[in-house]
């Protein structure tokens, strides 16, 4: 079997087993954003519950709903947890395919089935990949999306143009970001990169079809829910950026989390080295994790070992073997030294890549999870160049001490799982009167359960993480305008463990619970629901007339 078609089989291989055995063992999602929003923002979105809702997922019912559509769909429908799991771990296969094939690429020469398998069980065990494993974050379509665009973009280098290599880099860079803005960053990257990947003459139409492909494919990805938010809110990255756009639904902010932002330039520099303690610094849970380090440095050697003195140690033997023997006989050996030569071409854009992917990372976000592709990538590098460095000796037993370094000081992030079951997920409300309106005051998930109320019955919040009323905006206006002048029912929704600063907040509105709670079945969250007694209140945000 031709040593390609070898190790792209292997490659499937790995990338479908280690998965596999990651879903396993993590079992179903259950994690705070798919209790918040991921279910609810599509379904509200493709059943016109948006229209009567209000901020029922707190600040991120207005994320990009598109690529949880199959996720919220297979939900409706009732499937459990097994093949729905499946299709979430479908962008992980393809992330952990496409590192191991970038591997192969930067490191021709050393390609081998134990690399690959020891390489797999690297990528696989990231504090950032293994924990969103058949998760709904979406990190790994980021991660799938840009890992491809990486290896199309150094298997195209030398062997197709400008256009035909950066068109499809920017359209999957463009999908990355359109799908989740945090994408953004290697958006970036892949600019840094196209500026010295080639020559000077050339850079117009790498920079040119980089911008088109990537406009396109955030047209694709985005435009749609942007075009929704525009036309809604007045800002299609609503609530996001509302400093320059200012939409009245919301307070003119940015709405950026700041809570991980280096404070220096010191924590900037040390942020590697940070990465290797157990700590909150880069995520709301717990983690650690060595790749960052250990993958810059072995992007540092791997580019010395990329030099042109080293080049000559391969390209020389074929070179001498080609006036030798038969063509049959040479032929290996020629594509060996050409895909040598490839790799070596790639150095300084990798680099440029790489060292832009991260700064924007951590000026723009500083949340380990957002840094899954370039984990991936480090993964890879890691292993790559211990393969290189121990070529000739004891190559195997390196890597597995590589392995085990990486591996063992990692510390994964809990976001919650449960065991596996069917339906994935179920919520059934007691029967409700009719022009009910439920609200909610709480900063816990429960958005999923709004998505199973009466189409008929909106779900409206007077607190949470964005909505409050004593800050006065559009959205808080309308909730207060429906709470004064509805004459139906009036129900909250909470958790069970009420969450009494924000339920409070209920009071300012002459509101309190007037009765006995009745419980929601609800296999995420306990939940319940109160009938409302109402009083007269002073308005908050509006003036009677």
């Given at each position: 079997m031709p040593a390609e078609r070898a190790s792209w089989r292997t490659a499937v291989l790995v990338a479908l087993f280690f998965t596999a055995l990651a879903a396993i063992?993590?079992?179903?999602?259950?994690?705070?954003?798919?209790?918040n929003y991921h279910l609810y923002a599509p379904l509200a979105w493709m059943e016109g519950r948006l229209d009567g809702d209000i901020?029922?997922?707190?600040?991120?019912?207005?994320?990009?709903?598109?690529?949880?559509i199959p996720f919220?769909?297979?939900?409706?429908?009732?499937?459990?947890?097994?093949?729905?799991?499946?299709?979430?771990?479908i962008p992980c296969v393809l992330g952990l395919y496409f590192g191991l094939r970038l591997l192969d690429t930067l490191m021709p020469a050393q390609r081998s089935r134990a690399r690959t398998w020891i390489a797999g069980f690297v990528l696989i065990t990231g504090a950032a990949a293994y924990p969103s494993t058949g998760a709904t974050f979406n990190d790994q379509f980021v991660g799938a999306f840009v890992l491809g665009a990486v290896y199309w973009w150094a298997r195209s280098q030398g062997r197709r143009g400008p256009v035909a290599t950066w068109l499809p880099v920017g359209l999957f860079a463009g999908a990355a970001a359109g799908l989740k803005l945090t994408g953004i960053t290697y958006c970036l990257g892949f600019i840094a990169a196209a500026l010295i990947a080639g020559p000077v003459r050339q850079l117009p139409l790498r920079v040119g079809a980089l911008a088109l492909g990537g406009g396109v494919g955030a047209a694709l990805c985005w435009g749609p829910w942007g075009w929704y938010l525009w036309r809604e809110h007045g800002n299609p990255l609503f609530p996001y950026f509302n400093h320059w756009f200012l939409?009245?639904?919301t307070v003119p902010d940015a709405w950026r989390d700041l809570r991980y932002l280096p404070k220096s330039p010191l924590e900037m520099l040390d942020s590697p080295l940070r990465l290797l303690r157990r700590s909150r610094n880069f995520s709301e849970q717990v983690l650690a994790d060595p790749r960052v380090l250990l993958g810059l440095l072995a992007l540092g050697g791997w580019m010395w070992l990329r030099r042109d003195r080293a080049l000559a140690a391969v390209a020389g033997p074929a070179a001498g073997a080609a006036n030798t023997a038969s063509a049959?006989?040479?032929?290996?050996?020629?594509?060996?030294?050409?895909?040598?030569?490839?790799?070596?071409?790639?150095?300084?854009?990798?680099?440029?890549f790489v060292l832009i992917s991260y700064l924007s990372w951590l000026l723009i976000q500083s949340i380990y999870r957002y840094l899954l592709p370039l984990e991936l990538l480090f993964s890879a590098l890691i292993v790559g160049t211990v393969s290189m460095l121990f070529a000739w000796r004891w190559t195997r037993t390196a890597m597995l001490v590589a392995m085990v370094l990486v591996v063992a000081p990692t510390k994964h992030p809990s976001w919650g799982r449960d065991p596996y079951r069917s339906p994935m997920i179920e919520v059934r409300f007691p029967p409700l009167p009719n022009d009910s309106i439920v609200l909610t005051s709480t900063d816990s998930p429960i958005g999923h359960a709004v998505a199973f109320l009466p189409a008929e019955v909106p779900a409206m919040a007077i607190r949470n993480n964005f909505m409050d009323p004593q800050r006065c905006?559009?959205?808080?206006?309308?909730?207060?305008?429906?709470?004064?002048?509805?004459?139906?029912?009036?129900?909250?929704?909470?958790p069970e463990q009420v969450d009494y600063p924000a339920a409070d907040r209920i009071a300012l509105y002459g509101l309190s619970v007037g009765g006995t709670c009745l419980a929601v079945e609800d296999s995420l969250a306990e939940i319940e629901l109160c009938p409302l007694a109402r009083a007269s209140f002073k308005p908050i945000c509006t003036t009677e007339k």
């Open positions: 063992a993590l079992r179903q999602d259950a994690n705070w954003d798919l209790r901020a029922a997922a707190q600040l991120q019912t207005w994320h990009n709903p598109i690529v949880d919220a769909l297979m939900v409706r429908a009732g499937l459990g947890g097994v093949p729905i799991t499946v299709w979430l771990a939409s009245p639904d049959d006989a040479v032929a290996p050996a020629v594509a060996l030294a050409a895909a040598e030569h490839n790799a070596a071409a790639l150095r300084w854009p990798l680099l440029a905006t559009r959205l808080q206006e309308r909730v207060e305008r429906t709470i004064a002048g509805h004459a139906g029912p009036l129900w909250l929704l909470r």
